[in-house]
């Protein structure tokens, strides 16, 4: 697959998060070097660190939306998990290392469905043929004649045994043309019971625990049973059944392993909530505590996972915190020597606020829009009372909190309610929100400060 240019995630993003620019900018130069590193000459690739990145602003401006989005165009183990999941190790929680567990998990079923596509075919070949054997079982051969078998067309083909050869190739089109859909068959399936060994997964147990059951499926003999399906399902599971024969599992943790710590990203959100250099007393997490748990990991050190060891010397380490609660500076210095690139994220203005509701593909005012399309109902929300709705969300954000993006989320609920309530009984109307609309359900909410917290 070719890889992205810088440009190119960029733009990717702007479809689905406003402005922000340079923190767009940044993580996509980041993924673009982690493709840069695998084309340098071998010796240098082990010099070439990652240059980690930490994204901090206010609350709601899209940190979380651009990681959200950034996993979908990375090409690479990508995994995105919240800080403030993990536990001082020790404590009932995950330890920080699963991290670098899940991400493993995530490549080996990347380059296994990589796989799957690969041998698809055969596997749909030897399949059918499976299949075919089952809608018209072989009959049942006298022993004497096995060796016999590969000298049988010599003879001349019996002709019972041609009829047979037609038979076949015309079930085979019928296979085809979905004439057999509603046959059933009877398949033999393995019986996925596996005894249930449930083990209290503490911290750093998760993986113990997997490891068991693993062991525990191969140490009984693998159960099946006969279950009669319909002869598309049959097809399907005999299909999953051959690419998981053809697929080389070694080969594919070995290349998992391989991307794991060449090209794997761990996007790392709500650092903020690890954030603070205070001691925690009593039972409480520290913070810290989990900071310096996170450290090794960040700064590169191995890792054991059910399939093999992991370094994460070249992980890329993506961080994201909101500016309100903590500053970077309120991380241990270790770690923030780790995260070299500082980008900020600006709060949002009335201006982004009317992009945000019109102009990404998920765009607010859109889903609203197909949601009554459901009911029968045209929904068209003019231009000025979009704007009227950005103005108004700007304004509650600099009275009460700034919460961002999501100010206009609880500002559409409120303005659409009635609308929304009432929309099956307006079947095949139009209705038209306006500016004065807009000013009639909210003004008066924003204005009053009291009301505006409790329900904007
Ligand atoms: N710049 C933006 N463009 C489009 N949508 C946005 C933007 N910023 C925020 N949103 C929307 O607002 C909501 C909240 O944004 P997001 O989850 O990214 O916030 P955040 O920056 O991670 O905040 P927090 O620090 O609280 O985690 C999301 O649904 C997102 O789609
Ligand atoms: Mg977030």
């Known amino acids: 697959m070719q890889p992205f240019t810088p440009k190119q995630i960029v733009r990717l993003l702007d479809k689905y998060v406003i402005g922000q620019h340079e923190a767009k ?59 403030s999941k993990y536990t001082e190790v020790g404590y009932v929680g995950r330890d920080v290392e699963s991290m670098i567990r899940d991400l493993t998990e995530l490549a080996v079923n990347m380059v296994k469905e990589e796989e799957k596509v690969r041998v698809e075919r055969r596997a749909r070949e030897v399949a059918e043929e499976r299949l075919l054997d089952l809608l018209l079982p072989p009959p049942p051969r006298p022993p004497a004649e096995e060796p016999a078998r590969a000298s049988d067309g010599e003879g001349g ?15 085979r089109r019928f296979l085809k043309e979905g004439r057999l859909d509603e046959r059933f068959v009877e398949l033999e399936v393995a019986d996925r019971k596996i005894p249930v060994v449930e083990i209290f997964s503490g911290s750093g147990m998760e993986e113990m625990d997997v490891q068991i059951k693993d062991m525990f499926g191969n140490l009984f003999p693998k159960k ?40 794997g990203i761990i996007f790392l959100d709500e650092l903020d909530k690890v954030a603070g250099r205070e001691h925690a007393s009593g039972p409480d997490v520290s913070r810290e505590g989990v900071q ?48 070299p690139i500082r980008v900020e994220l600006n709060s949002l203005t009335a201006e982004d606020f009317v992009r945000i509701l019109t102009e990404p593909e998920n765009a607010l005012l859109r889903q609203y829009v197909e949601m009554m399309k459901t009911e029968g ?80």
């Open 377 to 456: 109902v045209e929904l068209e929300v003019e231009e000025a009372a979009i704007r009227r709705i950005a103005d108004l969300a700007q304004e509650v954000n600099a009275e009460a909190e700034d919460i961002g993006a999501r100010r206009l989320y609880t500002l559409m609920e409120r303005l659409l309610e009635d609308i929304s309530f009432e929309a099956p009984e307006r079947k095949g109307e139009r209705i038209v929100v306006d500016a004065a609309y807009v000013d009639g359900k909210l003004d008066q909410l924003v204005r009053d400060q009291d009301l505006s917290r409790y329900i904007l």
């Open 157 to 171: 083909v019996p002709v019972a045994a041609e009829s047979r050869t037609d038979t076949r190739e015309k079930i």
């Open 224 to 263: 099946t049973k006969r279950r009669k399906v319909k002869v598309p399902e049959a097809m399907e599971m005999l299909v999953q059944e051959e690419a998981q024969r053809l697929i080389d599992m070694d080969r594919v943790t070995k290349e998992a392993l391989d991307r794991v710590q060449h090209s």
């Open 25 to 83: 900018k940044a993580v996509a130069i980041a993924l673009r070097n982690r493709w840069r590193r695998q084309q340098v000459p071998a010796e240098l690739q082990d010099e070439i660190a990652p240059k980690n990145i930490i994204m901090i602003g206010p609350t709601g401006v899209g940190k979380t939306e651009i990681a959200r989005r950034l996993a979908r165009l990375a090409q690479a183990p990508f995994l995105k998990v919240e800080a």
């Open 292 to 339: 310096r748990d996170l450290l090794p990991i960040v700064e590169g050190s191995t890792v054991n996972t059910k399939y093999g060891m992991v370094r994460t010397d070249h992980i890329l380490f993506i961080a994201a915190g909101a500016s309100h609660v903590a500053k970077p500076s309120d991380l241990i210095p270790e770690l923030q020597g780790r995260f």
